[in-house]
DNA sequence: CTGGGGAAGGGGCCC
DNA sequence: GGGGCCCCTTCCCCA
C-alpha cells in the first residue's frame, strides 16, 4: 500500500480533490510516496536539493511586481540569474533540479511574441478556435499584415468554426506591441527549431476516419484509435484508480493521474509535494522569486508563463471573452462567468465552454 | 463587488 | 511508453 502524503484537504475542496489542493505541511514529511518514474532516480526525492541556504535563495531576489509598475521600468528584468543558486548548481545536469536554460523564445520582451496573436480579442467565445490558430491550424492570423496594430485595432469577422478552413499559417510575431508606433519588431529569433515550429505551422495532419480528429503525428493517431476514440475499433481496456473513482483509458494516463495522489515530487525548501517535476519547478519559483516571464509592454514579471498570458489580456480593450448580451468583454473566464451570475442586464449568458 | 495575480492540475504533443 | 514541455483552465486570494 502506498503512503499517502500527509496533507490536510482546505475547506470546500471534497468536490475537486485534485483542483488546487491547498494543504498544510506537517512538520514531519510522511515517508516517501510510490516513485512511478522509470528514471533511475528522481532529483526530488534523493535529497540533493536540500542543501538550500538563504543566501542561496536571495540569489535571484523577488521581483517586485509593483516597483517594476510604478516606477521606470527596468532595462530589462534578468531572466534568470547569471549564477544559479547553489542547489541549482549542484544539479546542473538534471532539468528537473533546475530548468534548462530558457530560450530567448521566452526571454524577456520578446518570447511574448509568439503568444500575444493567440487571443485575438475579436472571436469571442471560440476558445477552442483559438486554440485551433495557435496550434497552428487557423487560416491567417489576424495579425499577419504588418501593419504592426495592436491588438485592439484589428476587427476580424467572427466567422463559424466549422466553416473555417484548416488553413497552416505561419503566426505573424511582429504585430503584438500595443504601442506598435514606437516598438519596433523585434527580429526573428534564431534559436527557434525552424523544423519544429515549421512542423506544427504547416501541420501535416493524420485525421481519425471514425472521429475526424487530427493529430500532427501518426503515433498520435495511432493512440488516439487505439485508446480514446469512441468511434474507433480500439479495444475498451479501462483502468481505474484505487485511490478515487476515476477511471482511465491508457495505463499511461491513469500513471499520470496516480501522481496526483502520491507527489513525488517534493519542495526541498518547505516539503510540499506535487504531482509532477515542472510543478515542482514552478512552485521553487515561489520561493526564488525567479520570474522569467515578463510583460513588454508594462515589465511586470510573472514566474508563470500562463499568468503572463492572462496578464496580457489586461493590455487589450477588447478581452477574450465576451458577454453575448452586453458585448463587454473580460480577460479571463471566470470573470465573465461572475459577470453572467451577478446578471448582465441582457441576461442569459452563455458559458463559452458550451458555445461550440 | 470587480478585476487581476498567484498557484496548481490536466491533456496534448513531441522527443 | 515515458518524460518533458506547452497550453488552457480553474480556484483562491487580494487590492
Not at 536540500?50 to 516606477?71: F, G, H, M, Q, W
Not at 549564477?83 to 546542473?92: E, I, M, V, W
Not at 489586461?314 to 473566464?333: E, G, L, N, Q
Amino acid at each position: 500500500m502506498l503512503d499517502m502524503p500527509v496533507t490536510i484537504m482546505a475547506k470546500n475542496y471534497s468536490h475537486c480533490p485534485l483542483k488546487k489542493r491547498p494543504v498544510q505541511i506537517l512538520d514531519e514529511i510522511p515517508d516517501e510516496p510510490e516513485n512511478l518514474s522509470t528514471k533511475p532516480e528522481d532529483l526530488s526525492r534523493t535529497g540533493r536539493l536540500a542543501s538550500v541556504s538563504p543566501s542561496s535563495l536571495s540569489a535571484t531576489p523577488p521581483v517586485s511586481p509593483s516597483s517594476s509598475i510604478k516606477t521606470t521600468p527596468p532595462p530589462s528584468p534578468p531572466m534568470r540569474s547569471p549564477s544559479p543558486p547553489a542547489y541549482y548548481q549542484k544539479t546542473a545536469e538534471s532539468r528537473l533540479a533546475y530548468p534548462a536554460p530558457i530560450s530567448p523564445e521566452y526571454a524577456p520582451q520578446t518570447w511574448h511574441r509568439s503568444v500575444a496573436p493567440l487571443y485575438p480579442p475579436t472571436y469571442p467565445f471560440m476558445h477552442y478556435q483559438y486554440h485551433h490558430e495557435y496550434m497552428g491550424m487557423s487560416p491567417a492570423s489576424p495579425y499577419s499584415d504588418s501593419s504592426l496594430s495592436p491588438p485592439h485595432h484589428i476587427q476580424q469577422p467572427l466567422q463559424p468554426l466549422a466553416l473555417r478552413p484548416t488553413v497552416y499559417s505561419s503566426i505573424d510575431q511582429s504585430s503584438l506591441s500595443p504601442n506598435s508606433s514606437t516598438t519596433s519588431p523585434p527580429p526573428p529569433n534564431p534559436t527557434i527549431p525552424e523544423d519544429l515550429s515549421e512542423k506544427r505551422r504547416q501541420g501535416v495532419r493524420h485525421q481519425c476516419p471514425a472521429c475526424g480528429k487530427s493529430y500532427s503525428t501518426f503515433s498520435g493517431l495511432s493512440k488516439h484509435r487505439q485508446f480514446h476514440c469512441a468511434a474507433g475499433d480500439g479495444p475498451k481496456k479501462s483502468f481505474s484508480c484505487k485511490f478515487c473513482e476515476k477511471v482511465y483509458v491508457s495505463l499511461g494516463a491513469l500513471k499520470m493521474h496516480i501522481r496526483t495522489h502520491t507527489l513525488p515530487c517534493k519542495c526541498t525548501i518547505c516539503g510540499k509535494a506535487f504531482s509532477r517535476p515542472w510543478l515542482l519547478q514552478g512552485h521553487i519559483r515561489t520561493h526564488t522569486g525567479e520570474k522569467p516571464f515578463s510583460c513588454t509592454y508594462c515589465n511586470r514579471a510573472f514566474a508563470d508563463r500562463s499568468n503572463l498570458r492572462a496578464h496580457l489580456q489586461t493590455h487589450s480593450d477588447v478581452k477574450k471573452y465576451s458577454c453575448p448580451t452586453c458585448s463587454k468583454t473580460f480577460s479571463r473566464m471566470s470573470l465573465l462567468t461572475k459577470h453572467a451570475e451577478g446578471g448582465c442586464n441582457g441576461g442569459n449568458v452563455m458559458h463559452p465552454e458550451k458555445i461550440y
